[in-house]
């Protein structure tokens, strides 16, 4: 296999945030995608050990914001390089509340959404959340953060519970 074709896909960056019984969490991922328009339903891809993906799991909604340009290696770096089962990520951070209390970072992020979990796809190490959306708004007119700009501008890398890790990258 030709690795270098799977780095031709394009994608955007986003973090995916849950909570439940007190506990929250948030992760960095490049999976979030639009899958139909009529309801308007969201599909995510996460490793099976994020604590997000076991929130989401136990809490049955989802939120989620595209991440900007103004977002840094340390803000990435909070929400995807480090687990929330020992850390509060949204602690000292500016942040918003989806209507049923999901916490999520606004500030560096272009747009939010939030979904009530429809249906869980296993696929082996990760799991595929597809959630109906039930709020979406605008927050910044910055231009969305691409992969591609984060892997190519920020100089940022991929961890291992990322789909698109590959090794040596
Ligand atoms: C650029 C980038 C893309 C990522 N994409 C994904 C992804 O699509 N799915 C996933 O499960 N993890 C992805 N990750 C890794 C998670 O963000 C990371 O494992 C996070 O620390 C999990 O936090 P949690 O345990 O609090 O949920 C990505 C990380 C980065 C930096």
Same mark, same amino acid.
Request: proline share 4%; aromatic share 10%; glycine share 10%.
């Given at each position: 296999?030709?690795?270098?074709?799977?780095?031709?896909?394009?994608?955007?960056?986003? $973090? $995916?945030?849950?909570?439940?019984?007190?506990?929250?969490?948030?992760?960095?991922?490049?999976?979030?995608?639009?899958?139909?328009?009529?309801?308007?339903?969201?599909? #995510?891809?996460?490793?099976?050990?994020?604590?997000?993906?076991?929130?989401?799991?136990?809490?049955?909604?989802?939120?989620?914001?595209?991440?900007?340009?103004?977002?840094?290696?340390?803000? /990435?770096?909070?929400?995807?390089?480090?687990?929330?089962?020992?850390?509060?990520?949204?602690?000292?951070?500016?942040?918003?509340?989806?209507?049923?209390?999901?916490?999520?970072?606004?500030?560096?992020?272009?747009?939010?959404?939030?979904?009530?979990?429809?249906?869980? #796809?296993?696929?082996?190490?990760?799991?595929?959340? /597809?959630?109906? #959306?039930?709020?979406?708004?605008?927050?910044?007119?910055?231009?969305?953060?691409?992969?591609?700009?984060?892997?190519? #501008?920020?100089?940022?890398?991929?961890?291992?519970?990322?789909?698109?890790?590959?090794?040596?990258?």
């Amino acid at each position: 296999m030709d690795e270098q074709a799977l780095y031709q896909m394009t994608y955007g960056l986003y $973090v $995916v945030c849950a909570a439940h019984g007190g506990e929250k969490s948030g992760c960095v991922v490049n999976t979030l995608q639009q899958v139909t328009a009529q309801p308007v339903k969201l599909a #995510v891809t996460v490793n099976k050990e994020n604590y997000t993906t076991e929130l989401i799991g136990r809490a049955k909604r989802f939120a989620a914001v595209a991440l900007d340009q103004r977002a840094d290696l340390l803000q /990435i770096g909070r929400f995807g390089f480090r687990t929330g089962r020992d850390f509060d990520k949204f602690e000292g951070i500016e942040t918003g509340k989806d209507q049923s209390g999901i916490p999520y970072p606004t500030g560096c992020a272009c747009a939010f959404y939030s979904c009530r979990l429809m249906d869980t #796809v296993d696929l082996g190490t990760h799991l595929m959340f /597809i959630g109906e #959306v039930e709020q979406a708004e605008r927050l910044s007119e910055e231009p969305p953060l691409t992969y591609a700009y984060y892997r190519t #501008v920020i100089k940022g890398k991929t961890p291992k519970n990322a789909p698109s890790y590959h090794e040596g990258q």
